[in-house]
């Protein structure tokens, strides 16, 4: 069973930027593609950026540029470094595992383990 947390959300202007990792535990985590999502109120969970256990990366295309993820398999941690935030960019962010091996995945359902999510909130 693996174990996610998430940490460094809060409240930021537009333009400004954030931070935000996730801690993993149980599991061997330099193993797992990991995955970060969002989800707005009233929305569908939307995916963000991800990361194998290669380090190659992908983004959506709404955050290319802005955004980047990063793992240290040492600390069994992913971060999102988050640039030029917008306020449609509010949401609840949140950390996963991916199901598959060495392999990227944008759907929700393709990922098995999902941390608490920690909320962003970008002010106009």
């Known amino acids: 069973q693996v174990q996610l947390v998430e940490s460094g959300g809060g409240l930021v202007q537009a333009g400004g930027s954030l931070r935000l990792s996730c801690a993993a535990s149980g599991g061997t985590f330099s193993n797992y593609v990991m995955g970060w999502f969002r989800q707005a109120p009233g929305k569908e969970r939307e995916f963000v950026a991800a990361?194998?256990?290669?380090?190659?990366?992908y983004y959506d295309d709404s955050v290319k540029g802005r955004f980047t993820i990063s793992r240290d398999n040492a600390k069994n941690t992913v971060d999102l470094q988050m640039n030029s935030l917008k306020p449609e960019e509010s949401a609840v962010y949140s950390c996963a595992v991916s199901r598959y091996y060495n392999t990227i995945s944008t759907r929700p359902e393709s990922y098995n383990y999902w941390g608490q999510g920690t909320q962003v909130t970008v002010s106009s």
């Open positions: 990361i194998t256990q290669t380090y190659g990366t």
